[in-house]
């Protein structure tokens, strides 16, 4: 392991990246230089070690080349999702203290606002600029393509997908860092669980601003291989780059699998997967039935892990270990996973608690000292806020996010539960499960589903589905009604933001 600038000396006309769509390539010098290229233009502005950058943009190589940058110059770099509302992009760019703010024309109608603020970032966008925008091209390109003199490391500061409230920052402190010091958690993941090296080719499908495909990209170049990037995920696309490209590795998310799978059998076959070595996948729960299909599709090549982009503690799973326990995401490799009940008290093995990391590393939201608080104990063990129990062996089993957690008749409900058992009806595109309001009980399960056909949408589809439901689940785990959406509001991570859905149903909560 070591830094693409070592790459680039040593194969400097190897591919680092690729975009799929366009089939623009990037090699390790060009990289190289470009990234140099943008350190001295940051320190051109006054910009010093600690200091931050942001930037929304689409999938592209320049994405990569302005994270490297702001790496190798010792800088916080947040990426901010294409998808975020003006309101929300002028919050982060304001919370994370951005010094520089870099953009494409593609995403200038969400951030043209950010022209009239006074005291905001300097405003930078790629290829032709809209007015109030520099152009980041040409005062780049008249930069040096040597290193500048005072490298040192820069870390992803990027923000919590909102999907239960304002987005947070997640910062890691500044420890002054070689810039080829590697992450070891990453090296274990990628490197030896899922042995990307050299000679890896690596898929990306996934939006970059998000931490994992970002992190990952990144490490694909630190091990010397190429990463072919999509510029958007397309289930029968990605299966013909694998083959295209003989691709070796990727990492996804539950959503894209699920897609995959719901592709015509004679689509499936149609491309040869064979190179796959590895799949990586996280960011939401896999349903068990989802999972096994595409382990008897694919080989028993899926590594499955759980962590948040706090990085306080990650559990994984291989394929084998998953097999012989079905539905878990595995042991802690980083932190140690203890249950605890509502009075900070460990749970025997088998029973439901939430999820802490003891003996693991330290994270704060920035600006946000109360829920930097509320994530830990008196122990100083920390959360995500998950909920779920250990087996006998010490492996984790997800059941929800304790915010979703329904509360009926005095009974908890974990609607994740649910969601696994209707996503795998023929009919079911996607599926959210929720507590809606009810004198009675105080909660009912209600779900919404995306069906595959809207067409179809209606009482007789809401019967057959909820007498599937009862054929595999207890009456009370089922739901009481199903309302039907033409689309669910996910992130492009595959990240549901369920309170977009459930806030219609409690007015009262809607800052739940």
């Known amino acids: 392991m070591t830094h693409p600038t070592v790459h680039a000396r040593t194969h400097p006309n190897k591919i680092a990246y690729q975009m799929a769509g366009t089939g623009k390539a ?11 290229q943008g350190a001295h233009l940051f320190r051109s502005l006054g910009l010093k070690a600690g200091d931050h950058i942001a930037l929304l943009m689409e999938n592209r190589l320049a994405f990569m080349e302005i994270c490297w940058a702001a790496q190798r110059s010792g800088l916080y770099y947040t990426a901010i999702s294409r998808y975020l509302t003006q309101d929300e992009i002028d919050y982060i760019v304001k919370d994370c203290g951005a010094k520089v703010f870099i953009t494409t024309p593609k995403c200038h109608e969400q951030v043209k606002a950010l022209v009239d603020q006074k005291g905001g970032p300097l405003l930078y966008m790629m290829d032709e600029p809209e007015p109030g925008f520099r152009s980041w091209d040409k005062e780049a390109a008249a930069q040096p393509t040597t290193p500048i003199a005072d490298e040192v490391a820069g870390y992803d500061m990027l923000y919590s997908s909102g999907t239960t409230g304002r987005p947070k920052g997640i910062k890691k402190d500044f420890e002054g860092r070689p810039i080829d010091e590697p992450n070891a958690f990453l090296k274990v993941l990628c490197a030896d669980m899922c042995g990307m090296s050299a000679d890896s080719i690596y898929l990306s499908p996934a939006p970059l601003y998000h931490a994992a495909p970002l992190r990952f990209n990144m490490m694909a170049t630190i091990l010397g291989g190429t990463s072919v990037i999509m510029e958007h995920f397309d289930a029968e ?4 780059l694998v083959e295209k490209y003989k691709v070796t590795q990727s990492q996804l998310v539950p ?14 076959k149609r491309y040869d997967v064979s190179t796959l070595k590895g799949a990586i996948h996280a960011a939401a729960p896999c349903p068990v039935d989802v999972k096994a299909k595409m382990i008897e599709w694919w080989g028993p090549i899926l590594i499955e892990y759980y962590a948040g982009s706090e990085g306080n503690g990650v559990t994984v799973s291989t394929s084998q270990q998953w097999l012989s326990h079905r539905g878990t995401v595995g042991r802690a490799v980083v932190g140690k996973v203890k249950i ?16 802490y990391f003891a003996d693991a590393p330290v994270f704060s ?11 830990y104990n008196a122990k100083g063990w920390s959360t995500l806020g998950d909920v779920g129990y250990l087996d006998a062996e010490g492996f984790l089993y997800l059941t929800d996010r304790k915010s979703y957690m329904i509360i009926s008749g005095g009974v908890n409900i974990y609607p994740q539960e649910t969601e696994d058992v209707l996503i795998t009806h023929p009919a079911v595109s996607d599926v959210a499960v929720f507590g809606v309001p009810n004198e009675e009980m105080g909660e009912e399960v209600k ?28 009456p009370i785990k089922c739901p009481k009604s199903i309302d039907f959406e033409a689309e669910l509001p996910r992130t492009p991570t595959g990240k549901l933001v369920k309170r977009h859905l459930r806030d219609r149903y409690w007015p009262q909560k809607a800052k739940a």
């Open 340 to 355: 605890l009940d509502e009075n900070d008290e460990e749970r025997p093995v088998g029973e439901i608690g939430t999820v």
């Open 255 to 268: 959503t894209m699998l699920v897609r995959m799978l719901k592709l015509p059998e004679d689509v499936r």
């Open 447 to 474: 779900a919404v589903v995306q069906p595959h056909d809207m067409a179809k949408a209606g009482k007789e589809l809401e019967n057959e589905l909820l007498l599937f439901c009862r054929k595999h689940l207890s």
């Open 365 to 375: 939201y920035h600006n946000d000292p109360d829920k930097t608080k509320r994530a």
């Open 237 to 240: 696309e990605f299966l013909k």
């Open 26 to 36: 990037i090699t390790y010098r060009e990289l190289d230089e470009l990234s140099n």
